[in-house]
């Protein structure tokens, strides 16, 4: 089964068949496939590690959707891990693909991961390679799949970059720029992208691969990292062609990234390969397929040496014919599924605009840049807005492989995949909301797995504020699945072998590591809605002896807010959360005990901070204070908000806010807070405090520029005192001034602005007649109230002659 007529003439006895091409290249794959189908050889070796040789046939399976990648990771820390990524236009899964079509072996020939994961790893275990750092190098003619080490400079380590250690890195760009090309993207396009297979012979696109190659390995020079790492990686390469040409009369065809083409054809002794080899560093290693995305296969997702557009590239691997015409029309449909005018007219001009451009640049054929430029032109009407999400969408895709069932996993991944299956949670590569209603099971499930997976450290899903309700049976989600992921999972699985026991394991050992109380009680309120029940009594336990031990109020004060919405959570859920309770409720105790004095002699940052606090520690209360059993904790709150507002020592922005608070409440009528102002902002008092207390009663996001709109006496009082300032004090004061007032909606700074230009006669003119509270009728004007009936009636789907608004009269 030679069958090597249409192979150029090449026979098995002419050495290895080398096939060099660019990692994630359509024009690539093509040729390999015509030069497999022409040269038939017995193997097909592929640049790749070793350990994967076991997965080749679960290519073949029908559930295998591309781009997926091979995942090595050390067996004693899975942090430490390395992915070789295929896309469908990839040409190593090409070959694979063709090898178990036609039932030739297919072998994998690059360093083992064993080696690739321990190189340079220090003997502490440092890792060696991280995620985002141990990403092979795709492009084209560049060394191939390789493990770069965290923390290393690349080519030229230790040295500026030069011509030399620039060629290594780029090969393309130095093929491009040697023909002239500023762009080594359309360099590529137009020499191998758009002339097809070489006039029928189907190796000549290796053939003048290989001599520019060859060309410019001669420029390089010798030393630096990657330069001797590609010598122990090439030289156990020869060391599988030779051991394959012996096994294999029928030949052997090696598919590799044409760089190491050169190094694979040079002659090289064996005792001298095998010396490069001698002493390397390995590690037991696991390896998996995991789905990929092309997102992370673009340079734009942080794939340093990745390719710019594979949505574009897939596209040009699977058009059958007439690619540009193919393209046009899935771009006006996406625009037209955004709701934006594109006919089919659209279309045509747009081809025939991007022939244009094709022929006034010299080129073959219509390239990226020319369909981008026309899609600009004819369907954007010029923006760049509506072509951001075309390149987005279509140019980098969203496209998330799948593998089958059967691969090799962690059980931790396992139970993961049979969870998303049950809750029916796809994992998606494009960001998406999830609204969850908490009422329903199924969506209280995903709640669970979500918050759980946080606690393990899987950022598959981020909590995001919800559009359509502020209650707590809501929760919305941001989900997107980036491949890291899977690498995330095979970590957490050192707590255990399904999601809940994971989760479980994960909290109690971080509550006992925890060092503040804040912690505690952040792990606490994550525990909740994790459902996580046998985790629970350990953190309440470290929470319950860290409380007692803590004697600063503000962490006791920072930690009240997260107890009380973690008792929130667990009411909705139906979680027991009465040890919780007990918790918050005497942890409140302490800080209405010992918040009083830890306001006193503040500089003017720790006040803020303390302001802060007891804004956290109001909310809370009033929470807390709803539940059964609290019902005396607000009269008790608000007698600590009294001292704190009458007490000298206490700083001025906390005394404000105390006042505010107490107002807001209705347990300090107008005419007493009148009074407490006008004493604060009597002569006596330094103008630097009355401006901080001014700042606690109106700033602070508090809603403050609508109490003064509405309530005359304090505006009258904060403007009376503002004019009397000192010249010599008003510099002081002002920035404390701006920022409180900077803080208002433009609507309300714009009000304020005019009632102060009128003054007061010109104020009180805006107080109607008779009225008891200044800005306020003395009763409801029914004769405006009943001017909107007939809107509300039509909002609620009423019969307009009816009066059935129950209550409009009171």
Do not use: N
């Amino acid at each position: 089964m030679t069958g090597t007529e249409g192979a150029a003439g090449w026979q098995p006895g002419d050495g290895p068949l080398l096939l060099g091409v660019r990692h994630h290249g359509p024009g690539s794959a093509r040729a390999v496939r015509a030069a497999l189908e022409a040269a038939r050889p017995g193997v097909v070796l592929i640049e790749g590690p070793p350990e994967a040789d076991a997965l080749v046939p679960l290519a073949a399976d029908e559930d295998m959707r591309p781009p997926v990648a091979l995942l090595a990771h050390a067996v004693d820390e899975p942090g430490r891990s390395v992915f070789w990524p295929l896309a469908e236009f990839s040409p190593e899964w090409v070959a694979v693909r063709w090898a178990l079509e036609h039932d030739v072996p297919a072998r994998f020939i690059d360093l083992p991961a064993a080696h690739t994961l321990a190189w340079d790893t220090p003997g502490s275990g440092t890792p060696a390679v991280s995620p985002e750092e141990a990403e092979p190098s795709p492009a084209a003619g560049e060394p191939g799949p390789e493990a770069e080490p965290a923390g290393g400079t690349g080519p030229g380590e230790g040295r500026a970059p030069d011509a030399c250690s620039g060629v290594r890195a780029d090969p393309l760009a130095a093929l491009a720029e040697a023909a002239g090309y500023d762009d080594p993207e359309r360099w590529w396009e137009d020499v191998v992208e758009h002339r097809g297979s070489g006039g029928g012979d189907v190796l000549a696109p290796f053939t003048a691969l290989e001599e520019a190659m060859g060309a410019l390995r001669e420029t390089e020079r010798d030393g630096g990292r990657d330069h001797d790492r590609d010598l122990v990686r090439e030289a156990y390469m020869r060391l599988q062609v030779r051991a394959a040409q012996r096994e294999f009369e029928a030949g052997v065809a090696v598919v590799c990234g044409a760089w190491h083409v050169p190094a694979l054809r040079r002659r090289a002794t064996v005792a001298a390969d095998r010396a490069l080899l001698k002493g390397l560093p390995r590690t037991k290693v696991d390896m998996t397929w995991v789905p990929w995305t092309h997102r992370r296969l673009s340079r734009a997702g942080g794939y340093g040496a990745g390719i710019d557009s594979p949505g574009w590239y897939g596209h040009l691997f699977d058009a059958p014919d007439r690619p540009v015409e193919r393209w046009l029309t899935k771009v006006a449909g996406l625009l037209r599924e955004e709701d934006r005018t594109v006919s089919p007219a659209h279309v045509i001009e747009a081809v025939r605009l991007a022939e244009t451009l094709a022929v006034v640049r010299g080129r073959p054929l219509p390239g990226l840049s020319e369909t981008t430029d026309a899609v600009r032109a004819v369907m954007c009407e010029g923006s760049d807005v509506p072509l951001a999400l075309v390149h987005d969408r279509m140019v980098v895709g969203d496209a998330l492989g799948e593998v089958p069932a059967g691969a090799p996993a962690v059980p931790l991944q396992r139970d993961l995949a049979r969870l998303q299956r049950r809750l029916r949670l796809r994992p998606e590569a494009r960001e998406r909301e999830l609204e969850l209603d908490l009422r329903k099971e199924t969506d209280a499930g995903r709640s669970r797995l979500l918050h759980r997976l946080r606690l393990l450290g899987i950022g598959w899903g981020e909590p995001a504020g919800s559009r359509s309700s502020t209650g707590t049976f809501r929760e919305t989600w941001r989900l997107r699945w980036e491949p890291e992921l899977s690498v995330r999972v095979a970590e957490a699985g050192v707590w255990g072998t399904t999601v809940l026991a994971a989760a479980t394991a994960r909290a109690e050992a971080d509550a006992l590591a925890a060092r503040g109380l804040a912690e505690v009680t952040s792990l606490a309120e994550r525990c909740l809605p994790a459902g996580l029940p046998d985790a629970l009594p350990t953190v309440m336990r470290v929470l319950t002896d860290r409380a007692a031990l803590d004697t600063d109020v503000g962490h006791l004060a920072q930690a009240l807010p997260a107890l009380v919405r973690a008792l929130r959570y667990g009411d909705v859920r139906g979680t027991d959360t009465g040890a919780l309770a007990e918790v918050a409720a005497g942890l409140a105790e302490r800080v209405f005990v010992g918040l009083p004095a830890a306001c006193a002699a503040l500089d003017a940052d720790a006040a803020e901070e303390m302001r802060r606090h007891v804004d956290a520690v109001h909310g809370a209360v009033g929470l807390l204070g709803e539940g059964p059993g609290h019902g005396g904790l607000r009269p008790r709150w608000q007698a600590v908000l009294r001292t704190l507002s009458t007490r000298d020592t206490v700083a001025g922005v906390v005394r404000g806010r105390g006042v505010r608070l107490l107002l807001d409440d209705g347990a300090l009528a107008p005419e007493e807070t009148a009074r407490l102002m006008a004493l604060v902002l009597s002569p006596g008092t330094p103008p630097a405090d009355a401006a901080a207390w001014i700042e606690g009663f109106v700033g602070g996001g508090s809603g403050g520029g609508m109490l003064l709109v509405h309530d005359e006496r304090l505006l009258a009082l904060v403007d009376a005192w503002l004019t009397g300032v000192p010249a010599g004090a008003f510099t002081d004061v002002l920035p404390l001034l701006r920022r409180t007032f900077s803080a208002y909606e433009p609507g309300v700074r714009r009000t304020l602005g005019e009632l102060v230009r009128r003054g007061p006669e010109g104020r009180g003119a805006v107080t109607t007649a008779g009225s008891a509270v200044p800005g306020f009728a003395a009763g409801p004007d029914t004769g405006r109230a009943d001017a909107v009936l007939p809107v509300v009636r039509l909002l609620l789907g009423l019969d307009a002659d009816k009066e059935d608004l129950v209550g409009v009269d009171a």
